[in-house]
């Protein structure tokens, strides 16, 4: 199988410390469960009169965090290891995702890795991206933690697979990677 990965929330479980990131650089006293949902839809800013110019020292201090506090998934890697083929389409600068590729032993799986602000394509949900990555690998599925994920996948008519994570912040049913082929069938109808 060919597969479309997102990075954060999908295969690294990386929502925490962005939210926590947000909570410092907002230097309010808020709450991280209601954080999260904002910050995945990208209203946090707006929502708590955060300036947009904020995005910047946001992007800084969540790079101040170790790796190791945002782990790989399990399962994941056992699923990278079954694929024909894997890409990975994110949002996180180019520089922060090969050091976390790098540091998870992740980037040998990976035939093309498209971060689009930096790479010259729109952001998801704009299906540029996977539109490019598709011609190229002919991708069977596509795999997100969130809508902006998977939007693009459906518009070009790829399998979309969704992932609910565990993690604590979680604001969505509990699954995880062990039930992928669940998930996938299911998807596939
Ligand atoms: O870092 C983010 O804002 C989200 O990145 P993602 O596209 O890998 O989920």
Redesign the pocket.
Known sequence: MNVLW???????D?WPT?VQSFIQISGKDLDPDKVLPL?KNGNAFEKYGVPSEKIIDFRKT?RTFRHEEKPLFPYVRDILEQNNINV?????NRES?EELLDYWNLAPYFEEVICPEFDGFFL?PHPESYEYLHRRYQIDLAI???D??LIPAREIGISTCAFRNPNPYADYAIDCYSKFETITCKDRG
């Open positions: 997102d990075l954060d929330g999908t295969i690294l990386a962005l910050l969540e990975l389409v994110t949002h996180r995702t998801k997100g933690d969130q902006t994920d």
